[in-house]
Structures are given as structure tokens and as C-alpha cells.
Nanobody, 116 residues
Framework: QVQLVESGGGLVQTGGSLRLSCTAS????????MAWFRQPPGKDREFVAS????????YYADSVKGRFTISRDIAKNTVYLQMNKLKPEDAAVYYC?????????WGQGTQVTVSS
């Protein structure tokens, strides 16, 4: 059974930092592209960042470029999202995503709240 478990969300002030973690089990971690998405209140889920398993390349939404960093620790089956200089518009439920040609999995989400 595949599980993606996110952690690290919470309440932070504008300009602060948080690091989200997503630990995967039940899958071969280095065969999946890992990504983060978020869903702000009342809005659709949107792409935040991804880490491509084949070559290690990373991609970011324009809104987070230069502030967020995605990274992967294969030994720990964990993907991270370091979020710096947080803004109120970054507040959302953040979801971890694992995808390859054959499968697609989501975590349960972790709440990030940014106070102004």
C-alpha cells in the first residue's frame, strides 16, 4: 500500500520560513517524480514545484521561484519543500504528489497559514 505522509505545516508570520516534508512508503521512491501542489481556500489546486526522478531537474511555479526549494533524500524516501519569505498568498493546504508513467499518488495534505 502506497502512502505519502506530509508534515511540517503550521502558522508562520509573513517573511518567515517553513520546511515541509513528505515521506513515501510502498513505492520505489527513485522511480517517481515528486511534486508539491497547494490549494488555497476557495481555489483550485495548483502546482508549486517538482523534482524529476530521471535527471534531478526541478521546476517551480512563477509565484514561488527564488523563495521555495524542492529537494529529495533518496535514503529517507523523503521530499522536502523549503519555503522562505512566506507571503499571505502562500497560505494553503500543501499536498505531496508522486507520479510516473504508470501511477499517481497524493498525500493527505498539510496546512500552511501565513499571518500578515
Amino acid at each position: 500500500q502506497v502512502q505519502l505522509v506530509e508534515s511540517g505545516g503550521g502558522l508562520v508570520q509573513t517573511g518567515g520560513s517553513l520546511r515541509l516534508s513528505c515521506t513515501a512508503s510502498g513505492l520505489t521512491f527513485n522511480q517517481y517524480t515528486m511534486a508539491w501542489f497547494r490549494q488555497p481556500p476557495g481555489k483550485d489546486r495548483e502546482f508549486v514545484a517538482s523534482h524529476i526522478h530521471k535527471d534531478g531537474s526541478t521546476y517551480y511555479a512563477d509565484s514561488v521561484k527564488g523563495r521555495f526549494t524542492i529537494s529529495r533524500d533518496i535514503a529517507k524516501n523523503t521530499v522536502y519543500l523549503q519555503m522562505n519569505k512566506l507571503k499571505p498568498e502562500d497560505a494553503a493546504v500543501y499536498y505531496c504528489n508522486a507520479i510516473n508513467t504508470y501511477d499517481h499518488y497524493w498525500g493527505q495534505g498539510t496546512q500552511v497559514t501565513v499571518s500578515s
